[in-house]
């Protein structure tokens, strides 16, 4: 297998939001940025099993599912800076980045608010037989939500082709998952709901194409999987916030250490699929991408006043 | 017109919109061979199949969830919650989500979900079967709330709802299920977001919606004794509100008393009486009156449960409060 294009788009995730993160601290981006950066493998070896018409419900943490299913870049970017390009014309922003013409339904800012929906659009799937898959992200954190179990369970009852991806970063904000959760976590819940599971180091992008490959495969066959991925959160819950009150240095260190990024390069260039400049190459042409977005996002205008009663109803006849 | 009983509308509205259009489904507890516990959704299952009529676990935030993924997929599912108290269940589902949806996304998605659910009080079902959340849910921006009266109305508003491209809810009142009344023949719609006058009066405009609209009109008809000619306006929709027709009939008679069965406290009442005191201030005769529950949760014992709920004597009480000069006083 060529690992190379997961290579890239990992670096596009990572490159995109260090630019986030600049352009927050700079006052460019309001509100939040939870960022992806250090999480990318799994959202990478899910979505290259992916067909473009296969749909992605997602989290706050969001733009890695976004850019790996395939979302523009400087659309995205727009909207998280609440630009009228912006995918959402600048209504949602970075928690609910949602491209349709893409199958991207929606970040979301309620911790496991997705996952009912996707299981909503998992058995859209299986009436029309159109062997569309449906993959919802979420935390380690909605696993402690009700409508976590709720969804488990439907997905099961129903045998609906519906991939549950944990990205088990172990932190809800501050709180460590130890504090949080007295089972044996998400695979061996989904377990008891009757769903096959697997863990898998969500750091290491080829163990993640492997275990994802099988996992999308299965849901495709209307058996519902859950993908518990171990990985690490980069830094605070967002961009902005400090971490020094519940995270040590060394604990911060460690993190960058187990980047799947740099896990990756090793072995390309240990199996002599890429060659050191060749890398170099593609991290010059991935920052030119990234230029483009940051100056397609800041030459769109914000939108105009009068947007902001728009599309709360259809206009339809009869409507309000 | 045939007559037949507001389930039986209801049910008809579900039966003719799963024939016409196959993208309709149905999701609730107990839908299935029983009927729903209200007899609403009776024989569907016999002519529609297991996969359109779903009965679901007792997860009312994952099958609100599921109708969501649904619409957002193109279906229309009607999703049935056993009673409107269990909709807390599911509040994040329906507030945060469908409502927010379109507009969260810039127009991308639309969520042509109906939810149906029973409100009022009945028969001493206590503090947690016995609401009336209209207010919960005509206070969020993205939904629309509407609440049919009568048979005719039940039978065009849910058939209305399902065609609507936004999230509905449908508050459908206990009491009125096995309450018969005239239903036109053939195909019948009646628009979201447009009043009906039940009534024609010249002293003072009655307004209310669900089964208020019935309390009311027996006040008005007690009311004819006492020289009082009341009309009544039955607002059938919450979201959109018909403020048009409630103006209109309010410049006429000069005097209004807004019936609610929800708690009257930051209630439905509260949002049409400043309507009509913001709009109509010069020409009111008398400050616009308010009926509604009391500010409790809803008591099991039938005495205190009738306390609580407004009765046609609160009604009468309101409208003569108004109407200090009639001839009977
Ligand atoms: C229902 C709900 N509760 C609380 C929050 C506030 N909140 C946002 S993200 C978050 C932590 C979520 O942790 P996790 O699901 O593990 O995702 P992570 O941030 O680690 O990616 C919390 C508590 C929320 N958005 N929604
Ligand atoms: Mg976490």
């Keep these: ?320 | 017109m045939p007559n037949i009983s507001y389930a039986a509308a209801l049910n008809l509205a579900l039966a003719e919109a799963m024939r016409e259009d196959p993208k309709v489904i149905l999701l609730g507890e107990d839908i299935g061979p029983l009927g729903g516990i209200f007899t609403v959704t009776e024989g569907l299952l016999e002519e529609f199949g297991l996969d359109r009529v779903r009965e679901t676990p007792l997860s009312e935030a994952g099958f609100m969830g599921c109708g969501i993924g649904l619409a957002l997929c193109g279906w229309r599912p009607v999703v049935e919650i056993m009673f409107s108290d269990f909709l807390t269940m599911c509040m994040d589902q329906l507030c945060n989500q469908a409502a927010k949806l379109r507009y969260m996304s810039g127009g991308q998605a639309s969520v042509p979900l109906t939810v149906r659910a029973p409100i009022g009080a009945r028969n001493s079902a206590a503090a947690q079967h016995s609401q009336s959340p209209q207010a919960w849910f005509a206070h969020t921006p993205g939904l629309r709330v509407v609440l049919p009266a009568t048979p005719a109305n039940a039978l065009g508003l849910l058939a209305s709802a399902i065609e609507c491209d936004d999230p509905v809810v449908v508050l459908e009142h206990k009491l009125l299920y096995q309450e018969e009344g005239p239903v036109p023949s053939g195909r019948h719609r009646v628009p979201l977001g447009k009043a009906e006058v039940k009534r024609e009066g010249t002293d003072l405009t009655l307004i209310s919606c669900s089964r208020m609209t019935q309390v009311a009109l027996v006040a008005a008809e007690e009311l004819t004794s006492q020289g009082v000619a009341a009309e009544v306006v039955d607002l059938r929709s919450l979201v959109p509100l018909d403020r048009e027709t409630i103006l209109e009939s309010v410049a006429r008679t000069r005097r209004a008393v807004v019936v609610d069965e929800g708690a009257i406290d930051y209630g439905i009442t509260a949002e049409i009486a400043a309507l009509i005191s913001a709009e109509l201030f010069g020409e009111l005769l008398a400050p616009v009156g308010r009926v509604g529950a009391l500010a409790t949760p809803v008591p099991f014992s039938p005495p205190l449960e009738k306390t609580v709920i407004p009765q046609v004597e609160d009604v009468i009480a309101a409208v003569l409060k108004c109407v200090p000069d009639s001839p009977a006083r």
């Design chain 1, 1 to 320: 297998m060529q690992y190379l294009p997961s290579y890239r788009k990992m670096l596009l995730i990572l490159r995109f939001e260090e630019r986030v993160a600049e352009l927050q601290r700079t006052g460019q981006v309001p509100g939040f940025a939870h960022l992806y950066w250090g999480q990318e493998a799994i959202a990478v070896g899910i979505c290259h099993w992916l067909r473009p018409e296969d749909y992605v419900l997602s989290t706050h943490r969001g733009h890695g599912h976004c850019l790996a299913k395939g979302a523009e870049p400087g659309r995205v970017l727009a909207e998280i800076m609440g630009r009228s390009d912006g995918y959402c014309r600048g209504k949602g922003g970075s928690m609910h980045v949602a491209a349709f013409d893409q199958g991207i339904l929606g970040a979301n800012g309620i911790v496991a608010a997705s996952l009912p929906i996707a299981t909503g659009v998992a058995l859209s799937n299986r009436l029309e037989g159109n062997g569309r898959v449906a993959v919802a992200f979420f935390g380690d954190a909605a696993v402690e939500e009700g409508p976590f179990h709720e969804s488990l369970n439907l997905a099961s009852l129903w045998d609906l082709p519906l991939l549950f991806v944990c990205e088990d970063n172990q932190y809800a904000i501050s709180v460590t998952v130890d504090k949080r959760q007295g089972g044996k976590g998400a695979a061996a819940i989904a377990q008891a709901h009757g769903l096959e599971s697997r863990k898998v180091d969500g750091n290491d992008v080829v163990a993640m194409l492997d275990a994802s490959q099988w996992a999308v495969a299965r849901a495709r066959e209307c058996s519902p999987v859950l993908l518990e991925c171990a990985t690490i959160r980069w830094g605070g819950h967002h961009s902005a916030q400090p971490t020094r009150r519940y995270r040590s240095t060394e604990e911060l260190e460690a993190t960058q250490a187990a980047c799947p990024i740099a896990r990756l390069e090793k072995r390309l260039i240990a199996e002599g699929e890429a060659t050191m400049e060749e890398l170099a190459e593609i991290n010059t042409e991935i920052v030119a991408q990234v230029d483009e977005a940051e100056r397609f996002a800041r030459q769109s205008p914000f939108p105009k006043p009068d947007e902001a009663t728009q599309d709360v109803y259809a206009a339809q006849e009869g409507g309000g």
